[in-house]
């Protein structure tokens, strides 16, 4: 996927090329990429193994996939956004700015990521909903990453709001698949969207 990004210092308009996966996907890609970007569970210790993928900067963070506190897990940090935002920041005035990112499944914490990297790409918060259903299977953005973004930011909502409108786009394509996700700990994502939902039908 390709986005119109503008060069925070030269004020540029230049192309993105983005891709979100899961653990399973990382082979479906090779060749060079400027960030290369693992996000995994704090207890998983398997080796991120991709030798057909190379990079200018790699980056790894570990944290459960929560939108809130929750006993003997690792919820995403404001540390953690602000390196995320920064290594995009740093390769903003690149010519060739692209950014593989995956997480275990592709849907939520990948995705989540991609949504940030509007950072660059300002005039295209409103379309990222619809270049996410390209990129992710079901993609469901953690809310609480896009918080802790979009407050470091200063975007007053619109990184929130992008992930949600995402979520609703996906929750009217996978119904039965949002029911199921209601019984686990992101229901509350799922509460805000009902209204909508019923309105859609």
């Known amino acids: 996927m390709n986005l119109k990004i503008i060069s925070p210092q030269k004020q540029i ?10 653990l399973d996907g990382i082979c479906s890609f090779d060749g060079h990429w400027t960030i290369f970007a693992s996000i995994v569970d704090p207890q998983y210790s398997t080796p991120i193994v991709a030798e057909h993928i190379h990079w200018t900067r790699r ?11 929750s006993p003997g897990m690792t919820p995403p940090s404001h540390e953690m956004i602000e390196e995320w935002i920064a290594a995009i920041l740093n390769e ?12 275990h499944l592709g849907i939520s914490r990948s995705v989540a990521a991609a949504i940030a990297i ?11 909903p619809r270049y ?12 609480l990453m896009l918080t802790l973004a979009d407050s470091y930011l200063g975007l007053a909502g619109k ?3 992008a992930g949600k409108q995402t979520r609703l786009q996906t929750a009217r394509r ?6 199921v996700l209601a019984t686990s700990s992101r229901l509350p994502e799922v ?5 909508f939902l019923k309105q859609h039908r």
């Not at 790894?60 to 939108?67: E, M, P, R, V």
């Not at 903003?92 to 997480?103: F, T, Y």
């Not at 509460?191 to 209204?195: A, G, K, Q, T, V």
């Open 92 to 103: 903003a005035e690149r010519d060739d700015l692209s950014i593989l990112v995956h997480c």
């Open 13 to 22: 308009e230049r192309s993105l090329r983005l891709q979100v996966c899961g």
């Open 59 to 69: 980056l790894q963070f570990k944290f459960d996939d929560i939108i809130a506190d």
């Open 191 to 195: 509460e805000e969207l009902r209204p």
């Open 132 to 143: 996410l259903a390209e990129l992710s299977p079901r993609p469901w953005p953690n809310r």
């Open 118 to 128: 509007a950072v660059v790409a300002p005039n295209e918060i409103e379309k990222i």
């Open 159 to 161: 990184l929130v709001e």
């Open 174 to 179: 996978f119904p039965e698949w949002v029911e």
